[in-house]
């Protein structure tokens, strides 16, 4: 099976993760070493938001046809185009690459959300937000037949449980890109109710919510970069996503969980704790960010640390004037500039929660203003 994001994946990748298929990224394997980062390069002017720029970065990666080609394996990307829809939509930017993506996605998305006549619920729901982010009709996505609505397949996936999906599938997070994908469509149904339900059912007691988790029964592991497996940011925060857009209810105070994680420059990395030679990355930081606005204590002074906001934590990972013309507005992932850690920390630079809606985009492509470097 298929994992639709990647950097996710990165907290079970020694314990076993890559037996499903996952792609890492290099530079995620590199991370896992302390003390790698390097010094941070200067955040974008203030004339074009942090955002804007990364928006802008990203509209100028896109394939002509619409595809992104991932950096990685040099090949286009289902998966990494339909997280650069996402980013595009929250920046309000990139209204022709939008269009040009959600068609390429039409007729590609076939192959990666089914595997051996397997329905993949986490694939099918990353597709879905895309195709509403972009306005496209997830009924009936690149055709009238029963295969072209992706709602009804990723609903098909789901057990008695509540559980989208059986085995590894069934984890918090493809559980959470399910739940999003059905408030994306609005979909109130007993499926979504049943579904809350379970995620909801998996949160540890420190609030927090476990990669690869897929049973109640399993204790939760204690947070550690260590050991990479544990409670971590970026599974707690789809989740808390995922249970506020559905209307559900939370065991435990997720706020608790973000304020203990987060690291003493605002920052926040992938494992649920602070320190223990665990450095900060944007993805975590966005996806923290959105959390904590869909659980509106984004503005909480508790996050403020030595003066710095979690917001400006994130737009200190962005590359700036100092870099080469084609980095400008990419994101660095623990020093190198990251095509994935783009498209992921842009909804959280933007400020929006999952999931999106069609919004109205403009057609510019952001440049930051470098006219004095």
């Not at 304020?259 to 926040?268: I, K, L, P, V």
Request: hydrophobic share 45%; proline share 5%; with cysteine.
């Amino acid at each position: 099976m298929h994992t639709p994001v990647r950097r996710a994946a990165f907290a079970s990748l020694v314990a076993s993760v890559l037996a499903l298929g996952v792609a890492v990224p290099v530079a995620s394997v590199a991370a896992a070493a302390p003390g790698s980062r390097a010094l941070r390069p200067h955040t974008a002017p203030a004339a074009v938001s942090v955002a804007a720029a990364a928006a802008g970065w990203i509209a100028r990666d896109l394939s002509a046809n619409g595809a992104l080609i991932d950096a990685n394996s040099k090949k286009a990307s289902v998966p990494d185009t339909s997280n650069a829809i996402l980013a595009l939509v929250a920046a309000r930017q990139g209204a022709n690459q939008v269009k040009s993506a959600v068609n390429w996605l039409k007729h590609n998305y076939a192959s990666y959300v089914s595997s051996n006549g397997v329905d993949d619920p986490g694939a099918l729901a990353l597709v879905t937000l895309a195709a509403v982010a972009a306005g496209a009709n997830p009924h009936q996505f690149g055709g009238t037949t029963s295969a072209d609505d992706l709602v009804a397949r990723l609903t098909a996936t789901e057990q008695t449980t509540g559980a989208f999906g059986t085995g590894p599938d069934s984890n918090a997070f493809y559980q959470s890109l399910a739940l999003l994908a059905l408030a994306a469509v609005k979909n109130t149904s007993k499926a979504t109710r049943l579904g809350e339900s379970y995620l909801a059912s998996l949160q540890c007691t420190d609030g927090g919510w476990e990669y690869g988790r897929t049973a109640i029964t399993a204790a939760c592991a204690t947070p550690s970069p260590k050991d990479y497996s544990s409670p971590d940011t970026n599974t707690t925060a789809l989740a808390v996503m995922a249970i506020v857009a559905t209307g559900g209810h939370f065991a435990h105070n997720p706020v608790s969980f973000f304020a203990a994680s987060q690291e003493t420059d605002a920052s926040f990395g992938f494992y649920g704790v602070s320190g223990k030679g665990q450095k900060g990355d944007p993805d975590s930081t966005a996806y923290s960010i959105q959390a904590l606005i869909a659980l509106h204590a984004i503005g909480d002074k508790a996050f403020v640390r030595k003066g710095t906001t979690v917001e400006q934590a994130l737009a200190g990972f962005q590359l700036g004037c100092k870099t080469p013309v084609s980095e400008r507005g990419e994101f660095e992932y623990f020093g190198a500039p990251n095509q994935l850690a783009t498209l992921q920390a842009v909804p959280g630079a933007a400020a929006v929660a999952f999931p999106l809606t069609a919004r109205k985009l403009s057609v510019a492509e952001p440049r930051l203003s470098c006219s004095a470097s």
